[in-house]
């Protein structure tokens, strides 16, 4: 296999999660009498431009469909993180009634109703129906493709270049880089900005997130990586920021090369020194890394049995991708977890990819009253211990794996 972004043969795995379902790829009632398709799940490394990608065995559009069940609005944190990066892009920006803003990976329209709600002309880019379909029902414009720069030479014929291009955690999902960032290089005014926010591979590695790779994501950056990917193909690197989203995200601003009129900022040689501190560019950082995810599988399954031994009864909270990942390298079923509740209206109703273990809502836990909660969306752990704080009424107790187990 070769680097999606610079070309160099890769040899070095990170890890292999074995084989896995599409961690989106929810069941309904009819899919579970089908078999259901499994891929391989590796990580590799490459040490020419240090870009950590997984093997390619199913298509993006296989991936985000119709069925596609993630609704950016259903979390609190990040409506409010969209609320503010919207309104300090306003004002930094200076965007007005005259600007155009687009957002690839605009899922509900979660972010963009900030600037619709100001009078700025907005366009969300979504390839997948369903979040398509509730965007339009806010007012947002929304072409339901997939992003490329075919289709961004077709949205500068129809609706003109954009003064700010928005891309939230869609990078990692873009199984082909360098025709994503050619695309985001025709849609971009001269003048214009993109903001583009990724999940940050240093916090993956130290912090063990390893539940964070699946299928949808093809890539993990560091800063290291995005900014060779970046200047690379015609984008200046700006600035770059650190962000508590995801478990630790960070935002890299971008211009046209020699083209755009800011200055570059000092956070842009801070982060490369302190990547190069931590030896980004060197296999002893990535060293052990499946070791760690494999004591994180084991304390998960070893907690589960003895809990089933001692008769309590426990579930899960979040039927989130990541802890599909989790649940699936671990073989645990819904003997161990009984359900998983959600409060996603969407996934209600379904069964988790591989496991099978029912999507319940939310009133069904006061119902059975478990006596532990596992939080699979640890980045989430704060807002929904909050959300079932009336779980303590029982003696309920949450528990979260990633980076160690916390009983809370």
Request: charged share 25%; with cysteine; proline share 3%.
């Amino acid at each position: 296999m070769k680097c999606r972004s610079c070309l160099a043969q890769l040899d070095f795995c990170l890890i292999d999660l074995g084989n896995a379902p599409l961690s989106n790829a929810y069941l309904t009632e009819i899919t579970l009498r089908r078999p259901e398709k499994w891929f391989p799940l590796r990580v590799l490394v490459c040490t020419k431009c240090w870009l950590v990608q997984s093997e390619m065995y199913s298509r993006a559009a296989e991936i985000f469909n119709e069925e596609y069940a993630y609704f950016s609005s259903f979390s609190t944190f990040w409506l409010e993180h969209s609320k503010v990066f919207a309104a300090e892009a306003i004002e930094n920006f200076e965007l007005d009634q005259e600007s155009f803003v687009i957002e690839i990976a605009s899922n509900d329209g979660y972010l963009l109703t900030n600037f619709k709600e100001k009078g700025i002309p907005c366009l969300g880019i979504e390839p997948t129906a369903s979040t398509a379909a509730v965007a339009r029902s806010k007012g947002i414009e929304t072409m339901e493709v997939f992003f490329s720069e075919e289709k961004a030479i077709e949205i500068v014929r129809s609706y003109g270049k954009a003064d700010l291009i928005v891309a939230n955690n869609v990078l990692a999902h873009v199984p082909d880089l360098i025709d994503f960032i050619k695309g985001i290089y025709v849609a971009l005014k001269d003048s214009g900005l993109a903001s583009i926010e990724v999940h940050n591979l240093v916090n993956l590695i130290k912090l063990k997130q390893f539940d964070t790779i699946y299928h949808e994501h093809f890539s993990y950056y560091s800063f290291t990586a995005a900014y060779n990917l970046f200047e690379s193909n015609g984008l200046e690197v700006l600035s770059v920021s650190e962000l508590p989203s995801h478990g630790g995200s960070i935002r890299i601003m971008v211009q046209k090369s020699g083209i755009g009129s800011r200055n570059v900022g000092s956070s842009v040689l801070e982060q490369l020194s302190l990547e190069e501190e931590l030896n980004i560019s060197d296999l002893t950082f990535y060293d052990g890394f499946a070791d760690r995810a494999n004591e994180i599988k084991n304390s998960f399954v070893n907690f589960l049995i003895n809990k089933k031994n001692e008769g309590k009864i426990v579930i899960g909270y979040g039927a989130a991708a990541k802890g599909n990942t989790l649940i699936n390298y671990s073989g645990v079923k819904s003997d161990l977890i009984q359900f998983v509740a959600d409060k996603n209206t969407w996934k209600i109703g379904k069964y988790l990819p591989g496991s099978r273990i029912p999507i319940r809502a939310e009133e069904e836990i006061s119902k059975l009253k478990p006596d532990y909660i596992v939080i699979f969306p640890w980045n989430l752990r704060d807002e929904i211990v909050d959300q079932l704080r009336y779980c303590r009424e029982w003696n309920a107790k949450f528990v979260t794996f990633v980076p160690r187990m916390e009983i809370l």
